[in-house]
């Protein structure tokens, strides 16, 4: 596909991941709709935009709360008429034994990590499916194929990703609309820092990584989708 002028929502787009996708989507031409809470990282995510005259929109936006979700489909609504791709990003990590793991860090996990990928799929289709075209990505995690302890709540929102993503994407294919999932596996990102502090800086794959990668998937012709994509450090396990 040819990207240039095409809209994306990334959501999580003020750091790690979802702000190298966000440039590299531009780099390529798309209209690349910032969603975060933080506002003063997606004004820097927009300079570095601008920077080469790339085209890009804040939204700021809590993917833990309904009301702000349909504001950011409706806004794009509104200024652009369309939507092309959605990219649900937005995530956290909290960690803990599951023995006493705390209710409200379960909520608030599930609510950032699934809840949310739920509702923006489901305004995208809204839109995506009268237009007979669009591609939604979900980032899921190499922790789906794996059993990290302290880790099964993440884990557990992750793999509800995976189901719903399968699902849908049988679902929608008479619509035209195509679904992947991307498995990354230690990212130099802030929250590799606080879910596997055990691992070296040095051997995390940067974030531009998985933004090029979306970008090798989305690129292809229009005959081709890639599924899913597993991609980790070259000194983890592979497999
Ligand atoms: N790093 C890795 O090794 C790795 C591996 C596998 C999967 N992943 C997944 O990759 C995605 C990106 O993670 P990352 O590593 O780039 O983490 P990160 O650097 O901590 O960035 C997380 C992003 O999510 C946003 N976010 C968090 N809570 C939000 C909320 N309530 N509403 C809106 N946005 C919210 C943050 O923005 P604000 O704080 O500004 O809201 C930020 O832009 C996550 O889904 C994560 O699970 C990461």
Redesign the pocket.
């Known amino acids: 596909m040819d990207l240039n002028n095409k809209t994306v929502i990334v959501?999580?787009?003020?750091?790690?991941?979802?702000?190298a996708i966000s440039i590299e989507l531009a780099k390529e031409g798309a209209i690349v709709v910032l969603?975060?809470?933080?506002k003063e990282?997606?004004i820097e995510v927009k300079k570095n935009i601008d920077s080469f005259n790339g085209k890009s929109l804040i939204v700021p936006?809590?993917?833990?709360r309904e009301e702000?979700i349909l504001k950011l489909f409706s806004k794009v609504k509104e200024e652009f008429g369309k939507l092309d791709i959605l990219i649900n990003?937005?995530?956290?990590?909290i960690g803990g034994n599951l023995v006493d793991f705390d209710i409200s860090d379960y909520e608030k996990i599930m609510?950032?990590?699934f809840k949310?990928v739920f509702l923006c799929c489901q305004q995208a289709l809204k839109i995506m499916i009268p237009q007979k075209n669009g591609f939604i990505i979900n980032?899921?995690?190499?922790?789906v194929f794996k059993g990290y302890p302290q880790q099964a709540i993440?884990s557990a929102s992750?793999n509800a990703v995976v189901g719903l993503s399968k699902s849908m994407a049988n679902e929608v294919q008479k619509d035209g609309i195509s679904v992947a999932l991307i498995?990354?596996?230690?990212?130099?990102?802030?929250?590799?820092d606080s879910?596997?502090p055990d691992i070296n800086k040095s051997d995390?794959?940067p974030?531009e990584d998985?933004a090029k990668t979306i970008i090798y998937m989305l690129k292809l012709s229009d005959n081709s989708w890639v599924d899913e994509i597993i991609i980790r450090r070259r000194t983890a396990k592979p497999f």
């Open positions: 959501t999580g787009a003020s750091k790690g991941i979802g702000r969603a975060a809470r933080t990282k997606l936006a809590d993917m833990s702000d990003n937005a995530g956290i990590f609510n950032v990590n949310a980032i899921s995690s190499n922790v993440y992750k498995h990354p596996g230690g990212v130099d990102t802030e929250l590799i879910a596997r995390l794959m974030p998985i």
